[in-house]
């Protein structure tokens, strides 16, 4: 190795060390009744190739953060079973962005990437920014915008099935509250709307809102259990059959249907 190189090597790791230092890595793993994903389930379809209409659909989940020290940068993954894709069980978020404080807000901005490995047609990729305001007597708002950038969002538009539809530019808002309403406590509501690309609309699906309306209680050591309400309007515009037609039409399942879900989650 050059002397110079290795000089220049040395500097770099020296000038590093602080905020390797201040660097922070979390885990998380999760046991959820349901996993619903903006009001929608992803748990839908049975071993018969038939939609599932159990309200009882458990999925494991975690990931990880990394902080880069107090520079504000981040890094991560998430992963959950799903079963919306064929040939797919896996969904794998990767993420990254950049956290600052700017007068009484926090902001946030990133990009996040939703891999299913075993079937890219659900691939989908996203740009978001997110505003959060809290105080301690009235709780926590968060706003956040995600706008997709890759060409479909969800398989949706069916692009990768040669379709020439797109389902860039959909966009989803969403506002969420939080509150510790009495010691360990703590009230969760938000509010989202997914924005679908014209596309996409044009196929009959629509525009929606979805809601999520609960309460978590907090163990201690990083341990907690939640209950919430999930779902989504617009039900008939996302419709699934839940088996076969035996004369009198298939009988049909929204994804969008209202679910109390339980959800365990261990902070590492």
Do not use: C
């Not at 962005?97 to 807000?105: D, E, L, P, Q």
């Not at 926090?106 to 890219?120: K, Q, R, T």
């Amino acid at each position: 190795m050059h002397r110079k190189t290795a000089t220049a090597l040395a500097v770099v790791s020296l000038a590093a060390m602080p905020l390797l230092a201040s660097a922070q890595l979390t885990g998380n793993v999760a046991l959820t009744s349901n996993y619903k994903f903006r009001g929608q389930d992803q748990d839908v379809l049975g071993s018969n190739g038939f939609a599932k209409t159990k309200a009882f659909k458990p999925a494991i989940q975690g990931g990880f953060d990394y902080a880069f020290g107090d520079s504000g940068f981040y890094v991560g993954n998430w992963n959950s079973s799903v079963n919306w894709l064929a040939g797919n069980d896996i969904e794998s978020d990767i993420y990254g962005g950049y956290k600052f404080k700017a007068g009484v807000f926090d902001l946030d901005f990133g990009a996040l990437a939703y891999i299913y490995p075993g079937n890219a047609r659900g691939n989908t990729t996203e740009l978001y920014g997110a505003a959060t305001y809290a105080n301690e007597a009235i709780g926590a708002f968060t706003f956040k915008y995600s706008h997709t950038v890759s060409k479909d969002y969800f398989n949706y538009a069916g692009e990768r099935d040669g379709s020439g539809l797109k389902g860039r530019n959909t966009g989803y808002f969403n506002l969420a509250y939080t509150k510790e309403i009495v010691p360990k406590v703590t009230l969760k509501a938000a509010l989202g709307y997914t924005r679908m690309s014209s596309d996409i609309r044009s196929l009959g699906y629509k525009s929606y809102v979805d809601y999520n309306v609960g309460a978590a209680y907090d163990f201690g050591n990083g341990l907690s259990l939640a209950g919430s309400v999930q779902g989504a309007n617009r039900k008939n515009s996302y419709l699934l059959a839940s088996g076969p037609d035996l004369g009198f039409g298939a009988p049909t399942w929204s994804p969008n249907k209202a679910r109390f879900i339980v959800t365990l989650t261990k902070t590492l």
